[in-house]
């Protein structure tokens, strides 16, 4: 497999955006990915098991995020630093191949601040500019309107409609494919 820069090797990085810090998960936080994941929205919208239990969070922190890292992906806490806490997740996958699709929810209580938004900016600034990610690639429900407008607002083109192309919650459904490259203007400005 191609390889990007000595991506994801060594120490999982913190990355500092300009209202969230991205930091590896702990088990400490299972707590917070227990409660964040009861929401329908994060149920609906994801690929989180459903109904979502205490062992889930827990495998989620302990096991899944440590071993995304292990294999090549990139999963982060979004850390709201106005309060310290954890209050979502971004993760990025396939970064060691060049080519690396980003998934997030933010908690409930959290939205609506621009927080997203700037867990994907950093997110994709340290993919394309630190790690040399050539593609970054988001798949929306078309009907996810929250999730597409974090997309385009962080600067992410809409290539078009992939039938079919997911798998959530049961449901095979169609996506919107985004993508953002290094070169297009909105990552120079990232
Ligand atoms: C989608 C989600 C991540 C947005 O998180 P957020 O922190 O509230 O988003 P932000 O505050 O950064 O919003 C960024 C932009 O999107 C807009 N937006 C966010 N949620 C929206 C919604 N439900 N409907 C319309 N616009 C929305 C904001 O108004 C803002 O636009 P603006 O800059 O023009 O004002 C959050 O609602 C969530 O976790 N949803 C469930 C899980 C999910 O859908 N994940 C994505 C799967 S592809």
Known sequence: MATVRGAVRGTQPVLTGAQVRLRPWTPDDADAVFAACQDAEIQRWTTVPSPYSYDDAVGYVTTFAPQ???????????????????????????????????????????????????????????????????????????????????????????????????VVQGRRIDVVMYSLLPDDPAATAL
């Open 68 to 166: 995304a890292w292990q294999q090549g992906d990139a999963v982060f806490a979004i850390v709201d630093t106005a309060t310290g806490s954890p209050v979502g997740s971004i993760g990025a996958h396939g970064v060691r191949g060049g080519t690396a699709e980003i998934g997030y929810w933010v908690a409930a209580a959290a939205r609506g601040r621009g927080l997203a938004r700037d867990a994907l900016r950093t997110l994709a600034r340290w993919c394309l500019r630190e790690v040399g990610v050539a593609r970054l690639e988001l798949m929306v429900d078309p009907t996810n309107l929250g999730s597409r407008r974090v997309a385009e607002v962080a600067g992410f083109t809409a290539e078009g409609t992939l039938r079919r192309r997911l």
